[in-house]
């Protein structure tokens, strides 16, 4: 039997990611309202980084849970905007995971004494390198605007699902009974 929805795991799962990825990039750019070295700084950038290892964690769920339970087929549209709707939905996928990974190599070459979901960076016994920490930064960033594109579009490609072609797609991930 062919499912029209993916399961309620999925669902809450997505929504979440979607909060937890907002909460992270707010609290980077917040970080800005601060000046260098303050609390208040110091404070978003923890925040941020709390955020991030959640979407981390998060996503390894997702995927555990698409692998157990792929969900409903994709509907017919043109070759190219199925491969579209693929490299959109991978690429976002390797942004929710390779981001944290780079935030956490960052923290850990810049060597602040900072706690992620309570495991110190320090005991990673990595020696202090702040010139590579600033070269995976700006890959960071990039991925970081590249991400924020694929969710546009993603967002932009359900919307026009939902109001132009008038289909179920929508559906598949809404949190409705």
Known sequence: ??????????????????????????????????????????????????????????????????????????????????NIAKLTMVGLYICLLIMPILGMIIVAYEQKDVSILGFNMLNLGLAKDKVFAHQIEEIHETLGNLFLFLIVLHTAAAIWHHKILQDNTMMKMSLKP
């Open 1 to 82: 039997m062919q499912q029209d929805r993916y399961s309620l795991a999925l669902r809450a799962l997505h929504w979440l990611t979607l909060l937890l990825v907002i909460a992270a990039f707010a609290s980077i750019e917040l970080r800005e309202l601060f000046e260098k070295g303050t609390d208040m700084r110091n404070g978003a950038k923890w925040i941020h980084f709390q955020f991030g290892a959640l979407v981390f964690i998060t996503t390894l769920a997702r995927i555990w849970f698409k692998y157990q339970n792929p969900g409903p087929e994709m509907i017919a549209v043109a070759k190219w905007q199925a």
